[in-house]
C-alpha cells in the first residue's frame, strides 16, 4: 500500500466515524505527513499532544484557543494550550472544542491504565461516533482495555514504499552533496537498485544508512549498495524475527536434489512478466520434509541463491511471547517486514516447532491462532513471498498443512544417494581447499553409505583438524578412518529414519 493508498483508507476511517483509531509505530514523521494530507482534504484542524508539552494546533491550523497559551521552547514550534499535559485534564479540554478536529495523541496507550481517563475516552468515543472527529493514537505496541476497544480500529501503516524511500534517497543525496560536498555518481539501474536495498527500513533507518555508507568514504556509489544491505541485515537481527541472507553472499551449493532442482526451474516461470499477463499466480511456496542433516536448509539457501532473492528465516524460537496478543503481532510483523522486501524468499525452518499440533491445549490456543493466521496469509498473499518450510518430523505436522494446494508442492530429502555422496565430498573437500583430485570418492562413498550430507561435512573438518594437529595431509584413509568413530543417524535413529521414509515416499514427491 503506497502513500495515497493510506491517505485514503485512513479518511474512510474518519468519515466512517471511528472515533478512536490506532496506529502501531514508532515512525512519527509519516504519520505526522499522513495526518497533514488527509486534514488537509476533509478541511479539519489537527491537534497534537505529548505528556511533556499538552496539546497544541500543529502549524498551519487555524484555531482560536479558549484559554490561556504557552509557547513551547524552540523556534517556530506550535502553541500549546495551557493545562493540557496530563491525560485527564486534556481529554477534558478536547470534550469543550466546539467543532470537528483530529486530535493526535502520542503515547497515550499506557494512561489508559486510569479508570478515569477510560471514562472519558469512552464519552468522547460516544460523541465522535456520530461527528467527523476522530482520535488517533499511536505508539510502538497498543493495547486498548475492554472497555474502549470495540470502539477502536487498528489502522495499519505499512513500510515505506518504493516511491517514499525514492523520495528519501533523492533528499539525503541533496544534503549529502550541498552540506558535505560529497561526490554522487548513483544514476539509472543503480538508483533502483538502491531504493530496492531500502526495502524493509523505516524512512528514519533508510535515512542513516544511506549516509553512513557515504559518509564513510566520501561519496555514494554504486559499491554502497552493499553497505546499506550489510545494516540491514543488522537491524532485521536486532528488531525482527527475521534474519537476512543477502543475495550477494549467499555462496550455497547443493549436490543432487535433480528433483527439485528441475521443480524450481519450471516455478520461477511464475515470476516473470509472461506469467503476470496471463494472470498466473507466483509460486506461494514448497514444504520440505526429510531426514535430519540430509540438506534441506542448504536447499532453502540454495533456491535464494539460484532466483537470486534475498532470503530472509523466521526465527521461530523468538516468535512465542508469554504475553497475551504479542505472539500474533510478531507473526504479523514479521509477515508484513517480509511482503515488504519482496520479491523474496521466506524460510521458515523446522515448522513443525512453530505450528505443529496445534490443539490450542495448555496455551489458551495460542498454537492454533498462530496456525490459522499463517494458512490464511500462505493461502490469501499477494506480495511475491515464496516460502520455504522445513520439517524433520513428519508426525508433528498437522494434516492441514499437508493438504494439496496448501503448498505448490511437497518434497521429501532422503539420505543421499552414491552419486550424491560424492558430489557432497567434492563440494565441502573443495570448500576446505582440499585437491579433489587427491581423494579416491569411490571408496569414500562407499564407506559413507548411510551417512547425511551434515555427517559427510562433519567428518571432513574432523578429518582436517586430525591433519592439522598431526601435521599430516588429509587423506582418503583418514577420513573413512573418521566415519568409521561416527555412529550415524540412520543407525543410532534407525527405526524413526525407516518410518519417515515408509512414509514420505509413498506421500510426496522425491527431492532427489
Not at 493508498?5 to 472515533?19: G, M, Q, V, W
Not at 513471498?385 to 508426525?395: G, I, K, Q, R, S
Not at 557432497?424 to 571408496?443: A, G, P
Amino acid at each position: 500500500m503506497g502513500f495515497l493508498d493510506n491517505i485514503h483508507s485512513l479518511k474512510t476511517f474518519i468519515c466512517a466515524f471511528h472515533p478512536i483509531i490506532v496506529i502501531e509505530t514508532v515512525e512519527e514523521e509519516r504519520v505526522e505527513a499522513l495526518l497533514r494530507e488527509v486534514v488537509k482534504d476533509l478541511h479539519m484542524p489537527l491537534f497534537e499532544w505529548t505528556v511533556n508539552l499538552g496539546l497544541a494546533p500543529t502549524p498551519g491550523t487555524k484555531y482560536a484557543p479558549r484559554t490561556n497559551e504557552y509557547a513551547r521552547p524552540g523556534a517556530n514550534k506550535p502553541i500549546a494550550f495551557e493545562n493540557t499535559a496530563d491525560p485527564l485534564d486534556v481529554l477534558k479540554y478536547i470534550g469543550e472544542i466546539e467543532r470537528n478536529g483530529i486530535f493526535w495523541l502520542k503515547d497515550f496507550a499506557p494512561h489508559l491504565e486510569d479508570p478515569k481517563v477510560i471514562r472519558e475516552v469512552r464519552e468522547l468515543a460516544d460523541i465522535y461516533g456520530v461527528v467527523n472527529s476522530a482520535m488517533v493514537l499511536t505508539g510502538e505496541s497498543i493495547t486498548l482495555p475492554k472497555a474502549i476497544a470495540h470502539d477502536a480500529v487498528y489502522f495499519e501503516l505499512t513500510l515505506p514504499d518504493g516511491d517514499e524511500l525514492y523520495q528519501t534517497l533523492s533528499e539525503v543525496m541533496r544534503e549529502l552533496k550541498v552540506r558535505h560536498k560529497l561526490t554522487i555518481t548513483l544514476q539509472g539501474e543503480e538508483l533502483n537498485q538502491f531504493v530496492h536495498a531500502l526495502s524493509g527500513m523505516t524512512l528514519k533507518q533508510a535515512r542513516q544508512a544511506i549516509a553512513y555508507a557515504a559518509l564513510v568514504d566520501g561519496e555514494l556509489n554504486g559499491a554502497d549498495i552493499l553497505k546499506v544491505i550489510h545494516r540491514k541485515a543488522q537491524i532485521l537481527r536486532e528488531e525482527s524475527l527475521l534474519e537476512l541472507f543477502p543475495v550477494e553472499e549467499n555462496t550455497a551449493k547443493l549436490g543432487g536434489f535433480v528433483g527439485l532442482k528441475q521443480w524450481l526451474k519450471r516455478a520461477q516461470v511464475g515470476f516473470s512478466t509472461a506469467a503476470k499477463r496471463v494472470n498466473l499466480p507466483a509460486p506461494k511456496g514448497i514444504l520440505i520434509v526429510g531426514v535430519q542433516g540430509c540438506g534441506k536448509s542448504l536447499a532453502a539457501k540454495t533456491i535464494a541463491r539460484e532466483w537470486q532473492l534475498p532470503l530472509l528465516k523466521l526465527d521461530a524460537g523468538r516468535l512465542y511471547n508469554k504475553f497475551i496478543g504479542e505472539s500474533e503481532k510478531n507473526f504479523r510483523q514479521a509477515i508484513k517486514l517480509a511482503e515488504s522486501m519482496a520479491p523474496a524468499v521466506l524460510w521458515i525452518d523446522e515448522i513443525e516447532k512453530s505450528f505443529g499440533n496445534p490443539s490450542g491445549d495448555g496455551d489458551g490456543g495460542l498454537s492454533l491462532r498462530l496456525f490459522g493466521s499463517f494458512l490464511t496469509w500462505l493461502q490469501e498473499k499477494s506480495q511475491e513471498v515464496f516460502v520455504v518450510a522445513t520439517a524433520n518430523d513428519l508426525l508433528q505436522l498437522p494434516p492441514e498443512l499437508l493438504r494439496k494446494g496448501r503448498f505448490d508442492e511437497i518434497f521429501f530429502v532422503d539420505l543421499p544417494n552414491a552419486q550424491e555422496r560424492a558430489a557432497i565430498f567434492s563440494i565441502h573437500l573443495t570448500r576446505h581447499r582440499q585437491n579433489v583430485q587427491e581423494f579416491d570418492l569411490r571408496i569414500l562413498v562407499t564407506a559413507a553409505a548411510g551417512y547425511s550430507g551434515a555427517e559427510i561435512e562433519q567428518a571432513i573438518i574432523a578429518g582436517l583438524y586430525q591433519a592439522l594437529y598431526a601435521q599430516t595431509p588429509l587423506t582418503t584413509e583418514a577420513l573413512v578412518a573418521q566415519m568409521k568413530s561416527t555412529v550415524p543417524l540412520s543407525v543410532s535413529r534407525r527405526e524413526d529414519v525407516e518410518k519417515l521414509r515408509a512414509i514420505a515416499s509413498e506421500r510426496f514427491v522425491s527431492a532427489r
